[in-house]
Nanobody, 126 residues
Framework: QVQLVESGGGLVQPGDSLRLTCAAS????????TGWFRQAPGKEREGVAC????????YYKDSVKGRFTISKDKAANTLYLQMNDLRPEDTATYYC???????????????????WGRGTLVTVSL
């Protein structure tokens, strides 16, 4: 069964850090385009950070550049999003996504076949 399961969300204060984890099963993340998306209440879902496997290209949304880092653990078949210096505007439900056909720009163009997790909530507040 093809599946993505996110974890690591929570309530933090501005300036804190969190690491989100996305565990994959049923396919190999290292061969896929992978990424993190988020959706805040009342807003559209947006791509935060994505990586193409074939070319190694990494995309970051402008507002998270320098603060967020996407990475993969091949052995664990797991995707991570390290989030530092969190801000209230980062509050959202974060979703992990993957395209086993390794689309070039999952964040901005979508994938050929998209697999989604159920999301994990990140709340940044005093």
């Amino acid at each position: 069964q093809v599946q993505l399961v996110e974890s690591g969300g929570g309530l933090v204060q501005p300036g804190d850090s969190l690491r989100l984890t996305c565990a994959a099963s049923g396919f190999t993340l290292d061969d896929a385009a992978t990424g993190w998306f988020r959706q805040a209440p009342g807003k559209e879902r947006e791509g935060v950070a994505c990586v193409n496997s074939r070319h190694g290209d990494i995309y970051y949304k402008d507002s998270v550049k320098g603060r967020f880092t996407i990475s993969k653990d091949k052995a664990a078949n797991t995707l991570y999003l390290q989030m530092n210096d969190l801000r209230p505007e980062d509050t959202a439900t974060y979703y992990c996504a993957a395209d086993p056909f390794d689309s070039d720009d999952l964040c901005r163009d979508g994938g050929y076949l998209e697999v989604w997790g159920r999301g994990t909530l990140v709340t940044v507040s005093l």
